[in-house]
């Protein structure tokens, strides 16, 4: 039977996960090729938030308030997102290995933004972050369509998930290896990997707010998930809609992934290590769990996008490859702790 156990207090965890992050984003903000230190970061933003001026020029301002703030804070929301979703899909489908893409939405994307690059379709009309949006949504649509007329249960759903991923991706590599030259055959395996380079303060008001709204749904279904943790025919028995809550949570779950997705790419491993590690440290009831898991994918990728700007500098390394090299040894972690009930 599943136990809706806590470990460590939380008075402690969330105060210290919060001061934690706050510390990472400066931290990622004062890191890079120019001598910019902690000081200058903290004049540039105080500088821009109507505070005196700084000595700095407008380059060092810019560098720090337009390129390397944003990218820092858009991680945050990207990790947090991600989390989030992994959360979500692990408690709904009762399966550990669960993360966000398993729904096809990150294939979707990635087939909209390749359509936008390399066939130029809706150029001008529509951007890249734009066209992976669509691309997801059309994925997410396929995969319930698939899925109703599969049957009812989440198992159906798995597969439509599959069957979606596996046809866009197709029609992905369909299109980069028939239209694509060798520029953009890079600039889109680089994107398809993950990216935050091109962070902008759009795409993190943009992600941020649907990662702050996509907490406020699993807070307020946290004691339904809980309830889905012991299979959906218990949950129904609790008096829980499961049809509905099912599909409420998969819609907030597949607009999370997407809007990541369009403004960062692929970025995989945050959503299914990062809930396992905030499980471990505050245990299983998920309005507890939420909130841990949030702070602390958005802590990892911070960290984790920074180290992959400085490992090959002055190349950088697309964050969807570092997330993989830190997250599987973590994950092997994660399952050798569990199988010895740790």
């Given at each position: ?174 299109i980069v ?45 946290a004691s ?18 499961v049809a ?99």
């Amino acid at each position: 039977m599943v136990s809706l156990r806590r470990r460590a207090p939380l008075a402690v965890v969330w105060p210290a996960g919060v001061v934690l992050l706050l510390v990472s984003v400066a931290v990622a903000t004062t890191i890079g090729p120019s001598d910019l230190g902690p000081a200058d970061a903290y004049a540039a933003v105080l500088e821009r938030l109507g505070g005196p001026r700084s000595q700095l020029t407008m380059l060092q301002q810019s560098i720090i308030w337009d390129l390397r703030l944003p990218r820092a804070l858009l991680a945050a929301a990207c990790g947090a997102g991600l989390a989030l979703c992994g959360v979500i899909l692990q408690s709904l489908l009762r399966n550990p290995l669960a993360d966000p893409f398993i729904l096809g939405v990150a294939s979707g994307a990635s087939t909209g933004a390749v359509s936008i690059v390399v066939l130029g379709i809706g150029a001008g009309a529509i951007g890249l972050a734009a066209g992976a949006f669509v691309g997801a949504v059309v994925a997410f649509g396929l995969v319930l369509v698939l899925a109703v007329a599969a049957g009812t249960g989440m198992d159906r759903m798995i597969l439509a998930g599959i069957a979606a991923t596996q046809l866009f991706s197709a029609l992905t590599s369909f299109i980069v290896f028939t239209s694509a030259d060798a520029e953009q055959t890079r600039g889109v395996l680089f994107w398809l990997l993950g990216s935050l380079s091109s962070a902008s303060w759009s795409d993190v008001a943009l992600c941020g707010a649907v990662v702050a709204f996509g907490v406020a749904v699993c807070w307020a279904f946290a004691s339904t998930l809980d309830a889905f943790l012991f299979g959906e025919d218990a949950a129904a028995s609790l008096g829980v809609a499961v049809a509905r809550a099912r599909m409420v949570l998969l819609v907030v779950t597949a607009l999370v992934t997407a809007v990541i997705v369009s403004t960062s790419g692929a970025i995989g491993f945050v959503g299914l290590v990062l809930p396992h590690a905030a499980r471990a440290l505050v245990g299983t009831r998920h309005r507890v769990l939420v909130p841990t898991a949030t702070i602390l994918g958005a802590i990892f990728l911070v960290w984790v996008d920074t180290a992959a700007r400085l490992v090959i500098a002055p190349q950088e390394l697309p964050v969807g490859v570092a997330t993989a090299i830190v997250g599987v040894p973590a994950f092997v972690v994660i399952l050798v702790r569990r199988r010895r009930g740790a």
